[in-house]
């Protein structure tokens, strides 16, 4: 063989031997890195329980706050619920002591514009009138809606009433004759109630009536005093 050839050949080995080499520290290098990640990610996990106990206080902190303000709120409506108590009795022992010295008096409601009128206890000296706008509609057989009404609805409401402490309000519907019809038809609705408005009294312009369920469903005070207003109802 020729001095060039092994010469040549000599490269050759050399550069072979190079090339393993550099693999070689490439796979060092990446060993190295993924045994980096590893303990990182044992670092990780074992602070894990001092997290999980962190955030374990931290949740016992906030169900236990949690408690303190459902008590709180508890407490809260108890006395709202006694307050409401304690102002009926209150009302009711006026009542008793106006009828026992001879002086109850009873209070009158005359509204002249729709031409009707009421007679309260004496209790309601001072009530306010909020003026109020009923709506229904008329449905055909498909459920369509045919037509809009409005009207007025006169609420008689208790001196006593307050947002905090309310006390049955009286409303009062007040329709055309030919809006009753349709009422007596069960072709017109003024609410979702499966039931319709229960007439009061007529006269030749109105058609007066009390709302589905206008009592009894909320929490009032005076519902049961409220409750005998209507019997007095009287149209002219």
Request: hydrophobic share 40%; net charge negative.
């Amino acid at each position: 063989m020729s001095t060039r050839l092994k010469v040549g050949a000599l490269v050759i080995v050399l550069l072979g031997i190079a090339v393993l080499f550099l693999l070689q520290q490439q796979q060092i290098t990446r060993l190295v890195e993924e045994n980096a990640d590893l303990r990182a990610q044992l670092n990780q996990m074992a602070s894990l329980p001092d997290s999980n106990g962190y955030l374990g206080g931290q949740l016992k902190t906030a169900v236990e706050a949690s408690q303190a303000d459902r008590g709180e709120l508890m407490r809260l409506r108890g006395q709202a619920v006694r307050l409401r108590q304690l102002e009926q009795e209150n009302t009711e022992l006026k009542a008793q002591r106006q009828q026992r010295d001879g002086t109850t008096s009873a209070v009158e409601y005359r509204n002249e514009q729709y031409g009707f009128g009421m007679t309260f206890p004496s209790g309601w000296s001072g009530y306010s009138v909020v003026a109020g706008t009923w709506q229904g509609q008329t449905h055909d057989e498909q459920g369509e809606t045919t037509g809009t009404y409005t009207g007025p609805e006169i609420i008689m409401r208790h001196p006593q009433w307050t947002a905090a402490a309310p006390w049955q309000d009286i409303p009062v519907l007040v329709f055309t004759h030919d809006e009753w019809a349709l009422v007596e038809q069960q072709k017109f609705n003024v609410s979702a109630a499966p039931i319709g408005p229960s007439k009061l009294g007529e006269n030749a312009k109105c058609v007066f009536a009390l709302p589905p369920r206008w009592i009894g469903f909320a929490e009032a005070l005076g519902q049961d005093e409220a409750a005998k207003v209507p019997q007095t109802f009287r149209a002219f």
